[in-house]
């Protein structure tokens, strides 16, 4: 009996380690996930430690988000979504589902974190942006275009090489903005924002739809063009849900609805996202023309100015100085100007009488030389002192022009134009 005993009571304990050694093995494997997880799950492992459900369901008196989730998995919105701040949503299961699918992507821990995120450290720029798209009459939600294009980072750079906070293409830049060895004004957020409100502008115009413009503006107008030829409905909503457009574009305009819906009201989702709470003084700025070579940072100490700040204003700058070879407008803080002026006379020996008359010329364009011009002959065709459209060029009054090289024609009124 007592040997009997003694087997039961060594077999429990073998038992025990056995449970003991599986459940230290368990730990180790689950410590080892959230130590490492797999880049698939880490959203997920990060809702589940963070936001574990409350049981039963949301608290007294806590308003219900009308984006809910399905048994399967997918997200609707109990709400029709009818028009997210100047463009209309249609009311079909297509349109409704894919705004609801972008939505629950910022309905994550991680999303809500990304675009607050985004939105705080675009706030310099949305504020230029908001401006212009009320001075033109264009729908707000553009406001949010960046969020998906750049997440509003100036100097983004994609695969393709796109560019800046609207990513241009390099032969997508004319006739809206400059780049040569000096400036890429695609890295200017306030002139990229003038050209890329101006294209959206045109889009509309050339298809009479939003998202189609919108569209349009991610996979390009002729491709656009092409497409409509082939469907016989002509809505962005319909060529997605056929799968007529790529799925890039696909996604493109829900995602940035998305971003416009929650910015607009956040708070029936249950997000919380930063407003704008700069002035719109921060919107306004003043000019410096400079045609003389001079630093950012020179600039920036005989101003008693942030280099970096000054450096933000004039991101299109590759090199952070001007050069004679091409004109720059240096954009500076409102009410710098005269300092500026002043500043920038001492520093590069220019005559102040001469340096006003080079910024009553505030703009310029391109223009590319034949075989037979000079700077007299170009001079007297656009009515500009030759002297001054010398200078803007660094050049002298008697300087050969070659064929095919490009140079600055000085105009004194944004209507004007230097034609080839």
Known sequence: MRRSRIRTAVFSLFIFFLFISHLFGQVERVSDEIANPPPAEIIELMERIQMPEIPGGKKSGEKKSPLEKMTNGEYFLSKKVTEIQGIKIPQTAYAQKAVADAISSYSTLYGKSTLSKILDSGELYRLYIRRELKKRGMPAALEYLPVVESEYKPSALSKSKATGLWQFMENSIKPFMTKNSV????????????????????????????????????????????????????????????????????????????????????????????????????????????????????????????????RILNNALLRQKTDEKWPVRIRLPSGLGSSAFWVYCKITGTPPEFQRQIESYQKWTEYKVKKSDTIFSLAKKYSIPTEILAEFNGLSSDSKLKAGTTIAIPVKFAGSSAEN
């Open 183 to 310: 400036i890429d004004e695609r890295l200017d957020p306030w002139i990229s924002t003038d050209a890329a409100l101006t294209k959206l502008q045109d889009n509309y115009k050339t298809f009479g739809d939003w998202p189609l413009a919108i569209a349009a503006y991610n996979c390009g107008a002729g491709a656009m063009q092409r497409i409509l030829k082939k469907s016989p409905v002509k809505t962005f909503w319909y060529i997605a849900e056929k799968g007529l457009l790529r799925d890039e574009s696909v996604r493109y305009v829900p995602k940035f609805l998305a971003a416009a819906e929650l910015s607009k009201n956040g708070a029936e989702y249950g997000i919380s996202l930063p407003e704008i709470t700069k002035s719109e003084r921060f919107a306004e700025f003043d000019y410096l023309i400079a045609t003389k070579e001079i630093t950012i940072s020179r600039l920036a100490s005989e101003l008693r100015l942030d280099e970096e700040n000054l």
